[in-house]
């Protein structure tokens, strides 16, 4: 391509445009960014530099964040380059924001608030701990129902808002492709409409496509209440499909995920790969042993993260072993304000927790490691998405901590942490919750400390590159000899 390239966010002189093997990667989350998406390939990136590729990568530009980590971006390995695409808005998007402000103008006025009905008038980005969920099963259409036809506008609008930003990411990628040097294109998802950016890239340039998926798209088991509709499970399907088909590589993060993709097309069943998030091979800070009992939570907590069930159990604990705040608590980091619209705070005072339960805002990455490495405890909340896997159990089973990992039977994390010394329980099993802490904390009392689960090297995520890259290499030699 001849048209100017953009600025790069970060850049290594004089070494960059000396590896002639390089990659074009666009994901919305990437450092600077702190987003729990953009850990698995600001460390894939890392590794594919060792093994040869440079990387150029398009993601949301850091004036469009609410916080960014530059010194994770400063950390990246020459042969690495970022570029920044600004969030931008869908025209009907723009439309849809004036109208709610004008709406919330006339309450206001009117009535002397501004608050929003939801149903009425969700905002396209909408969020989903606010909005709840409805199971994928309790979707219908109904011809006769307005709110079907709400929830249908809001679901298209939600793929306009992802289409713009990956639209504006496509073509910067097609700035940047340089024949002869870049050999795929490569797209982490979610949000997952950058997989029809590199569908169309891949189109105009000829690159293999590697469609990375860290999470279900068409297969969802429910939807944000605001676009709970049929529509949207059927634009995902469409668009998906597209994306598929032209893929060389569909690249799925569990077991359980890649079986289901294969099912649904069977036609690609030999591009469909599993590659594992994995942990990272880095040094875990060291620090001394806590005297209180802690356990904590470190991410977001949202769609169906609730720790209430865990809080009942806890207060079951405190009240058998008359354990004060000073002996036993939790810690949560990160977006863990609230869950459902009620604070934490006012969750655990109604469990009978108050004073055990501490939140403080995210932390720059290595802060947050040397907090959890104080720990005695470390908390996987729920999901109903079995197909996956929460991103924060590999970094969990690094350290010396017990891991208390609320999962369902035959889900993709309880499939992953059968047979370690991890313990998983099911969600709604508040007896075997309640045993597990307090069996635990009886242990801590008895001056038993717990070492990591990750003991054996299989959940690295070095040896997860290697699959990733081999697979890759073979697309990419096997898509050059179809085209001499």
Request: hydrophobic share 45%.
């Amino acid at each position: 391509m001849t048209a100017t390239l953009p600025e790069p966010l970060l850049s290594r002189d004089g070494t960059v445009q000396q590896r002639r093997r390089r990659l074009l990667l666009v994901s919305y989350h990437f450092p600077p960014g702190q987003a729990v998406g953009a850990l698995r390939w600001e460390k894939l990136a890392a590794l594919a530099a060792e093994r040869g590729w440079g990387v150029d990568v398009v993601t949301l530009d850091p004036r469009s964040l609410p916080a960014a980590d530059w010194a994770r971006l400063a950390a990246l390995p020459a042969g690495i380059q970022v570029y920044g695409v600004p969030s931008c808005l869908h025209p009907a998007e723009r439309l849809v924001r004036l109208l709610v402000r004008a709406y919330r103008g006339l309450r206001r006025l009117v009535s002397g608030h501004a608050r929003l009905p939801l149903d009425a008038v969700p905002s396209a980005a909408d969020d989903l701990t606010r909005a709840g969920l409805v199971p994928r099963g309790q979707l219908r259409w109904r011809v006769t129902a307005p709110r079907d036809y709400v929830r249908a506008f809001w679901a298209w609008l939600d793929f306009a808002h992802e289409g713009a930003w990956s639209r504006a990411a496509g073509l910067t990628a097609l700035r940047l492709a340089q024949l002869g040097v870049h050999q795929a294109i490569i797209t982490s998802g979610p949000p997952h409409m950058v997989h029809e950016a590199g569908r169309l890239v891949s189109r105009r340039t000829r690159l293999a496509h590697i469609m990375d998926m860290r999470d279900p798209w068409s297969l969802r088991v429910s939807a944000a209440a605001s676009n709970a509709s049929p529509a949207w499970f059927w634009l995902a399907g469409r668009h998906e499909r597209r994306a598929v088909e032209r893929a060389a590589l569909v690249v799925t993060t569990t077991e359980p995920l890649r079986i289901a993709m294969q099912a649904l097309y069977p036609d690609a069943r030999s591009r469909v790969i599993t590659v594992l998030n994995g942990y990272d091979e880095e040094p875990m800070p060291s620090m001394p042993a806590a005297p209180r009992f802690t356990i904590a939570y470190a991410g977001s907590i949202y769609i169906d993260r609730n720790p209430s069930m865990v809080f009942r159990a806890a207060a079951r604990v405190v009240r058998e072993l008359s354990l004060t705040p000073d002996q036993f608590g939790f810690e949560f980091i990160g977006s863990v304000e609230n869950f459902g619209g009620v604070p934490l705070d006012v969750m655990a005072r109604e469990e009978g927790l108050a004073g055990y339960v501490r939140t403080q805002a995210t932390l720059p990455r290595r802060e947050a490691l040397a907090l959890l490495a104080q720990c005695t405890m470390l908390l996987s909340l729920p999901q109903s998405a079995r197909l996956c896997i929460p991103a924060k159990v590999f970094e969990y089973v690094q350290f010396n901590a017990w891991l208390l990992v609320l999962a369902q039977r035959e889900s993709a994390t309880e499939l992953l942490l059968r047979g370690t010394a991890a313990d998983v329980v099911d969600p709604h099993d508040l007896a075997g919750i309640t045993e597990v802490l307090r069996t635990r904390y009886l242990q801590f009392a008895a001056g038993a400390r717990p070492t990591p689960v990750g003991t054996d090297g299989r959940f690295s995520r070095r040896v997860q590159a290697q699959v990733l890259f081999d697979a890759l290499e073979d697309c990419v030699d096997g898509l050059a000899r179809c085209n001499d």
